[in-house]
Structures are given as C-alpha cells and as structure tokens.
C-alpha cells in the first residue's frame, strides 16, 4: 500500500470548515483513498473513499486533484462531535480487500466550542 | 454500511487464563477478517489476517501459539489470547472485508490483563 503523510494534528473550532490534506506521492493507478474516523475507545468508521476527482456523502467531501498525489478530506461545519482521529489509507481497493489496511499515525483533530 | 460486531466489548481478567474475543459480520459474508490491536495513543497494528476455512497468517511478531484465531464460519472469526498478560492488555479491534472490498471495524474490544 501506498504510504501517506498527514498532519498530526489540527484544531477547529464549532461551526468550521475543515479540510485534511493527505499526501501520497507514490500512489498508483489501481489506488484508491480512503478516509476513516476512530473515536476513542472505538473501532474506526468509514468515512468516504474516492478514485479521482471529487466525492460527496452526507457526511464530507473528498477531494482529488488530477495527479492524484494528494487528497483532501473536507468535513463542513465540524461540531464537538468530529472530535476524533481521522486516517488516510490509499491501496488497491481489490488487493486492500484481501490484505489488510494498514493505517499510519492519522489526524488528531480537536474542535473547541 | 455493513455492520461488525464484536463481543465483549470490556473485559478484565487474571494473568495466566484465556481470553475469546468474537467478531461478526451482521448482514454480509467476509471471507476475510482482520485482527488488530491498538495501544493507547498510538494507531492501528495488524495481528492477522484470517480467512474462512483456512489458518490465519500472522504478522511478524505475533505469536500464534498466544494468539489462537478461528474463522470457522463467513460471519464469525474469534481470536483467543491465551495464558494472558499484564502486557496483552490492550484494545482489540477486528474488520471484516464485504464483497464491494470496503473493509469495515468492529467496535473493538478492551482487554485489561491483572
């Protein structure tokens, strides 16, 4: 799997926009990205996952630029409730699905009130 | 999305027993599960990869006389820590693959060893 860079760390406040960029110079043309959400004490969630271009759930944006060498995760008005550890994995979604994930150091975000 | 459960949720023991830890796929077959484990503060670790009807493939590091894992069904993968350890105190987290490859995580189970 494709390996990724994300910030440690990002801190919001209620009410914001927040968008996490996601680096994956390596990626290849079978990669897919994928986003997942873990709260403490709690397995993680899938969030979104997207090939190219842009992705949109009830729940947040993805985005991918042509080169496809970096992503961003885009949670609109983030609430004290987005508080929570947030990964970039980026794989062949045929092989990830026979082999596991495996997940970097993530995104701690915080949203204040 | 699809929904994998996992039981206990907590559980605290004495050193030296075992432990079984079970996860389920509620409403979809997974030929394929996942074991990790998750230090505080740190991120996900692979155990094992177990796949239905087969022995599980272990990581590097992971004893697999410690860490028994049956699949023995294409809902239902457990993983038994045997003789059990302060240091095995931990959270457990299994996922399970559905047929669109999407990987989906179980609540995770905390095992605390005294």
């Known amino acids: 799997l494709a390996k990724t860079t994300q910030p440690i760390s990002m801190d919001s406040y209620e009410g914001q926009e927040v968008n996490i960029t996601c680096s994956h110079n390596?990626?290849?043309?079978?990669?897919?990205i994928t986003w997942y959400q873990q709260f403490p004490s709690q397995g993680p969630r899938f969030i979104i996952q997207?090939?190219?271009t842009k992705v949109t759930n009830e729940v947040a944006s993805l985005f991918i630029p042509a080169d496809r060498k970096s992503s961003t995760l885009s949670l609109p008005r983030v609430s004290l409730s987005d508080t929570a550890v947030y990964y970039c994995?980026?794989?062949?979604?045929?092989?990830?699905?026979?082999?596991?994930?495996?997940f970097g150091s993530g995104t701690r975000l915080q949203v204040q009130p | 999305g699809a929904v994998v459960s996992q039981h206990p949720s907590r559980v605290i023991c004495k050193s030296g027993t075992s432990v079984k830890i079970e996860c389920r796929s509620l409403?979809?077959?997974?030929?394929?599960m996942f074991w990790y484990r998750q230090f505080p503060k740190q991120s996900l670790m692979l155990m094992a990869t177990?796949?239905?009807?087969?022995?599980?493939?272990?990581e590097q590091g992971v004893e697999k006389d410690k860490f028994l894992i049956n699949h023995a069904s294409l809902t239902l993968s457990t993983l038994t820590v045997t003789s059990a350890h302060p240091e095995d105190s931990s959270f457990y987290i299994c996922?399970?693959?559905?047929?669109?490859?999407?990987?989906?995580f179980g609540p995770g189970t905390r095992l605390l060893v005294l």
């Open positions: 994995l980026v794989g062949d979604m045929a092989e990830a699905g026979r082999r596991a994930l495996t």
């Open positions: 409403d979809f077959q997974a030929t394929t």
């Open positions: 997207g090939y190219k």
């Open positions: 390596n990626i290849a043309t079978n990669d897919y």
């Open positions: 996922s399970a693959r559905t047929l669109r490859e999407t990987q989906y």
């Open positions: 177990s796949n239905e009807g087969s022995k599980a493939t272990y």
